[in-house]
């Protein structure tokens, strides 16, 4: 959704490309914002959430709109997930995704 909003640059979507190119991480509450946009779009289907939250703060703010039936969670160690990436690495690296590979 952020990708989208950036590629499209939309209002949202150039807060969301500052903040990154910043290497700066986009706050919970504009999140959800967005996540609230893209859902009350899709209000009359079932739908599916993959890497969001990410936070706890963005759980609660989520579970208090929209009341969660299920949540699948898939364990991977991080060197599958880096391995993969490596793989098909197709997103510019920048100081929050180089930071959050070195923690």
């Given at each position: 959704m952020i990708r989208n909003q950036i590629r499209q640059q939309t209002e949202i979507g150039n807060k969301f490309a500052?903040?990154?190119n910043d290497g700066k991480l986009v706050p919970s509450?504009?999140?959800m914002q967005l996540v609230?946009?893209?859902l009350e779009q899709r209000q009359d289907t079932n739908w599916m959430l993959d890497g969001f939250?990410?936070?706890i703060d963005q759980a609660h703010m989520l579970q208090e709109k929209y009341p969660i039936?299920?949540?699948i969670?898939?364990?991977v160690p991080v060197d599958v997930i880096v391995g993969r990436l490596s793989v098909s690495w197709?997103?510019?690296?920048t100081k929050a995704?180089?930071?959050c590979l070195e923690s």
């Open positions: 500052a903040l990154v509450d504009v999140i609230s946009t893209e939250p990410r936070a039936d299920f949540v969670h898939i364990d197709k997103i510019v690296a995704t180089m930071k």
